[in-house]
């Protein structure tokens, strides 16, 4: 089963962050042939973090509660919030499986928070995309999808949103080491 696992910077954590990269780095390396996709929301100018975004193939719920709250960001308080759900990769592939980059675009995530919304239209912008579940698997809470784009508006519209259009634009890229696979 598959879980979607976004950590929310609170305000003023960066530092921090950058202090316990290496650890955090260590803690995923555990999970490295787990991993669906992974990498940091960034601010508007790409000069610090905002998030850390990681889906990830896991037995069960418990696992992914242990996956979330033990990870060191989280453990010194760098993350104001976790979102923590089940997620059904509907394209079923992974974000190294992506290879329709196309220059000059940049990566989003894109959170829409709307149990009835549509489903979005087939688009070779879509990196990894799928539904976001309760833990259970039984409620349809969202949708996610990390997408290529020109900017934030198109992005946006990759996924759109249905009902109350809670939708999340984040520009995003690829994480983990250097050396890793990213």
């Known amino acids: ?11 003023g954590a960066f530092g921090l962050k950058v202090s316990l990269s290496e650890d955090h780095w260590s803690f995923m390396d ?3 042939d787990r991993l669906v996709a992974r990498g ?12 850390s975004l990681h889906i990830v193939d ?6 992914a509660r242990t996956f979330a709250y033990e990870e060191p960001y989280y453990r010194a ?3 104001g919030s976790v979102l923590l759900c089940r997620f059904h ?8 499986d992506f290879t329709e980059a196309v220059e000059g675009y940049g990566r989003f995530l894109v959170i829409s928070m709307d149990e009835s919304g549509p489903a979005p239209a087939a688009s ?30 198109a992005a946006a519209m990759l996924l759109p ?22």
């Open 58 to 63: 896991l037995p069960d719920a418990e696992a």
């Open 89 to 96: 990769n509907v394209l079923g592939r992974t974000m190294w």
């Open 124 to 153: 070779k912008h879509m990196i990894v995309y799928g539904e976001l579940l309760s833990l259970d698997g039984e409620a349809r809470l969202g949708r996610a999808a990390m997408v290529e784009a020109p900017d934030r508006e």
């Open 30 to 32: 555990g999970y490295a």
């Open 161 to 182: 949103a249905g009902g109350d259009g809670r939708t999340e634009v984040h520009p995003w890229r690829f994480g983990g080491r250097p050396t890793q696979r990213s």
């Open 1 to 11: 089963m598959e879980y979607f696992v976004y950590g929310r910077d609170r305000p």
């Open 40 to 51: 940091p929301t960034l601010t508007g100018d790409a000069a610090e973090s905002t998030g």
């Open 77 to 79: 308080g760098v993350f």
